[in-house]
């Protein structure tokens, strides 16, 4: 990968929330929504976040792995290997997609940073793809 530092998030906390949870109460969170009723809390644990009575939610940082893009160039190696118009995503905004034929969690966390996570199983071969890109 030329032009950008790729390197390990390190050990995540995450916490997935399915259904309708009261956002107010998860204001002091980092908080990720990824569909209608569905959400990821980073740098959380499930007993660190308030009752969430319409909602469940769930330690899966041991089911992910994740890398930053950080720097200069960042964006144009990212957009060489996926298929969204990166210029559409403010800072904090996040989806799923598509790369090398698995599903990856996309943030953006600058102007010209990233973060990328996939299912722990898919890493090893997803990181030496991604350094080819």
């Known amino acids: ?13 995450l916490v997935a929330v399915d259904g309708v949870p009261d956002m107010a109460a998860l204001a002091g969170f980092a908080c990720l929504r990824l569909g209608e009723q569905e959400y990821l809390v980073l740098d959380a644990t499930a007993d660190q976040l308030p009752a969430l009575p319409a909602a469940l939610a769930i330690d899966v940082g041991d089911a992910w792995e994740g890398w930053s893009l950080p720097g200069p160039g960042a964006t144009a190696v990212l957009a060489r290997a996926c298929p969204l ?17 698995i599903a990856v969690l996309l943030r953006r966390t600058g102007l010209e940073g990233w973060e990328l996570r996939v299912e722990r199983s898919y890493a090893a071969w997803f990181e030496a793809w991604l350094r080819q890109v």
Request: charged fraction near 15%; proline fraction near 3%; hydrophobic fraction near 40%.
């Open 85 to 101: 118009d990166l210029s559409t995503f403010v800072q904090g905004a996040a989806t799923r997609t598509a790369m090398a034929g």
């Open 1 to 13: 990968m030329t032009g950008a530092d790729l390197s390990s998030l390190g050990p995540e906390r």
